[in-house]
T-cell receptor, first 116, second 113 residues
Framework: AQKVTQAQTEISVVEKEDVTLDCVYE???????LFWYKQPPSGELVFLIR??????QNEISGRYSWNFQKSTSSFNFTITASQVVDSAVYFC?????????????FGKGNQVVVIP | EAQVTQNPRYLITVTGKKLTVTCSQN?????MSWYRQDPGLGLRQIYY???????DKGDVPEGYKVSRKEKRNFPLILESPSPNQTSLYFC????????????FGPGTRLTVL
């Protein structure tokens, strides 16, 4: 069964520090998709990235970057030079193509607190 | 504007009083889904629908019903709510399946007394 683990529950950083959020997943499928979502204090869920299992290139979008390591089943997310607006809960999620039964499995989330 | 809407946004009710949370999307998406979010548990999938008249259980379907009579609407029905259904509920939609990017509604905060 597809499973996502986000071990760090809450992470506090001082503004301008970098923060890395770990996401480890379990899957028996060879084809799957990984996602990151952001949930700011206002509560909505904002899509950040979608990555398929065959694309192992790291991705950078502004201050955000993602490191996909298939060998360790990890899809980690780094915020560079954090800002107060980055304070949010971040969720990693996984959907398998063949065995996922059309479901999306979320991790429990990382609460990031950026201290000014 | 492409969006997923949910109503109501906030609801306080009592045990056993049937309620419906509506969800509508204007993106012509085939896949729609309901999630509940609880502290420390992340988001868990309740039900999903691959298309009109096609629905299936997610990970936590007990106590909930859904229907998909039209492509744009996917209401969540609690026929006899209980306090353990107090939660934050999200509706989401995507183009075809769970492997496509899902776009979420604003959430419905439900309290069952």
């Amino acid at each position: 069964a597809q499973k996502v683990t986000q071990a760090q529950t809450e992470i506090s950083v001082v503004e301008k520090e970098d923060v890395t959020l770990d996401c480890v997943y379990e899957t028996r499928d060879t084809t799957y998709y990984l996602f990151w979502y952001k949930q700011p204090p206002s509560g909505e869920l904002v899509f950040l990235i979608r990555r398929n299992s065959f694309d192992e290139q790291n991705e950078i979008s502004g201050r955000y970057s993602w490191n996909f390591q298939k060998s360790t089943s990890s899809f980690n997310f780094t915020i560079t030079a954090s800002q107060v607006v980055d304070s949010a809960v971040y969720f990693c999620a996984l959907s398998e193509v063949e065995y996922g039964n059309n479901r999306l499995a979320f991790g429990k989330g990382n609460q990031v607190v950026v201290i000014p | 504007e492409a969006q997923v809407t949910q109503n109501p946004r906030y609801l306080i009710t009592v045990t056993g009083k049937k309620l419906t949370v509506t969800c509508s999307q204007n993106m012509n998406h085939e896949y729609m889904s309901w999630y509940r979010q609880d502290p420390g548990l992340g988001l868990r999938q309740i039900y999903y629908s691959m298309n009109v008249e096609v629905t299936d259980k997610g990970d936590v379907p007990e106590g909930y019903k859904v229907s998909r009579k039209e492509k744009r609407n996917f209401p969540l029905i609690l026929e006899s709510p209980s306090p353990n259904q107090t939660s934050l509920y999200f509706c989401a939609s995507s183009a075809r399946s769970s492997t496509d990017t899902q776009y979420f509604g604003p959430g419905t905060r439900l309290t069952v007394l």
